[in-house]
């Protein structure tokens, strides 16, 4: 089994809207927290990607909200590696209320390409340690 990442962050006043809950973009903000914290445990940062002239976008995003958050509680948002492929990455994504209750569960799908001409790149070609902690990390769904 692979790692699953936790990153708690506290609901701030700003997130919600006039009926007091999360707003719903605001989840997505969540997911890219969530995933850059993955990204430490495994050992490696998107900032040194980055320097390496290297950006991966996010391709495709689904989510389900099951729960409302509310300003004052504090999440957390477990994030894996749920498939990885040649240029493909799909990472999976459970945001937890205080008392254990699933707020929302989402999937991001994102590439990696050069940011000089926007073309794909393939993980094994360009950080063969990095492409290695992925195969290595990946988690099914039906192991969670």
Same mark, same amino acid.
């Given at each position: 089994? @692979?790692?699953? *990442?936790?990153?708690?962050?506290e609901?701030?006043?700003?997130?919600?809207d006039?009926? @007091? +809950?999360v707003?719903?973009?605001?989840?997505i +903000? %969540?997911?890219?927290?969530?995933r850059t914290?993955?990204?430490?445990d495994l050992?490696? $940062? &998107?900032?040194?990607m980055?320097k390496d002239?290297?950006?991966?976008p996010?391709?495709d995003?689904?989510i389900?909200?099951?729960k409302?958050? +509310? &300003?004052?509680?504090t !999440?957390?948002?477990?994030t %894996?590696?749920q498939e990885h492929g =040649?240029?493909r $990455?799909?990472?999976?994504y459970?945001?937890?209320k205080e008392?254990?209750? !699933?707020?929302?569960t989402?999937?991001?799908?994102n590439t990696l390409?050069?940011r000089?001409?926007?073309?794909? +790149?393939s993980? *094994? =070609? !360009?950080?063969?340690? %990095?492409e290695e902690?992925y195969?290595?990390?990946?988690v099914?769904v =039906?192991?969670l």
């Amino acid at each position: 089994m @692979g790692i699953i *990442s936790k990153k708690e962050i506290e609901v701030r006043y700003a997130e919600t809207d006039q009926m @007091g +809950v999360v707003y719903h973009a605001n989840y997505i +903000v %969540w997911l890219e927290i969530g995933r850059t914290a993955l990204v430490k445990d495994l050992g490696f $940062t &998107y900032a040194g990607m980055e320097k390496d002239g290297l950006i991966s976008p996010v391709l495709d995003v689904n989510i389900q909200y099951k729960k409302p958050c +509310v &300003y004052g509680e504090t !999440v957390t948002v477990e994030t %894996w590696i749920q498939e990885h492929g =040649r240029v493909r $990455t799909t990472y999976g994504y459970r945001v937890l209320k205080e008392n254990g209750d !699933v707020a929302a569960t989402a999937t991001t799908t994102n590439t990696l390409i050069r940011r000089s001409d926007f073309r794909p +790149v393939s993980l *094994s =070609r !360009v950080a063969p340690d %990095w492409e290695e902690a992925y195969r290595a990390n990946v988690v099914g769904v =039906r192991e969670l």
